[in-house]
Structures are given as structure tokens and as C-alpha cells.
């Protein structure tokens, strides 16, 4: 059964870059489509960006465009978040979802998820 866990989370100042990793184990990523959510305190989930597993088609939310980069390292079995730009208000926890899928999907269809990282931007 497959299972995700976020790590690469921390404090980090605005403008500043931090790089998010999934590890999946279980089972191989090359099947499932991956999405990256966040949310913060008080707010609503947000998805953040996907990965279709049926090509190399990625999706970005308007608010991290630009700035974020989703990647797959396959011989590792794990997916990448790579953050630049920081901005106060990408603080949030941040979480990986995965599942056995051809494309991107919203939140309410992935079936497995990770625990979550905390990132924090302040000065």
C-alpha cells in the first residue's frame, strides 16, 4: 500500500527558497498523478500544484505561478516542491497527495496523503 511522507518544511525569510520532498514507499509513483496542497490556520485547502502521471503536464495555482516548481525524481520514488520567492502568505502546512491516476485531479479524488510539512515565511 502506498505511503507519502513530507519532509523539507521550516522557517525561512520572505524572498527565500525552500525545496518541499514526498518520499513514497509502498509503491512506485510512476502510475499516480500528485498534487501538492496546503493549508493554514483558518483557512480552506488550497491546492497548490499537480503532476499528471501520463505525461509531463503540471499545474500551478495562479498564486504560485512562476515561483514553484513540481518535479519527479522516479529512480527515488519521490516528488519535489521546489519553492522560490517566498512570500508571507505561502505559510501554511504543506501536503503531498498521490493517486492511481492518468491525470491531475482535485483534492476531494486522491486517495492517499502524506502528514504534512510546516512552512513558515516571516522575517
Known amino acids: 500500500q502506498l505511503q507519502l511522507v513530507e519532509s523539507g518544511g521550516g522557517l525561512v525569510q520572505p524572498g527565500g527558497s525552500l525545496r518541499l520532498s514526498c518520499a513514497a514507499s509502498?509503491?512506485?509513483?510512476?502510475?499516480?498523478?500528485i498534487g501538492w496542497f496546503r493549508q493554514a490556520p483558518g483557512k480552506e485547502r488550497e491546492g497548490v500544484s499537480c503532476?499528471?502521471?501520463?505525461?509531463?503536464?503540471?499545474e500551478y495555482a495562479d498564486s504560485v505561478k512562476g515561483r514553484f516548481t513540481i518535479s519527479r525524481d522516479k529512480a527515488e520514488h519521490r516528488v519535489y516542491l521546489q519553492m522560490h520567492s517566498l512570500k508571507p502568505e505561502d505559510t501554511a502546512i504543506y501536503y503531498c497527495?498521490?493517486?492511481?491516476?492518468?491525470?491531475?485531479?482535485?483534492?476531494?479524488?486522491?486517495?492517499?496523503w502524506g502528514q504534512g510539512t510546516q512552512v513558515t515565511v516571516s522575517s
Open positions: 503532476s499528471a502521471s501520463s505525461s509531463d503536464y503540471t
Open positions: 509502498g509503491d512506485t509513483l510512476d502510475y499516480y498523478a
Open positions: 497527495a498521490a493517486d492511481y491516476l492518468y491525470y491531475c485531479a482535485g483534492a476531494e479524488e486522491y486517495d492517499y
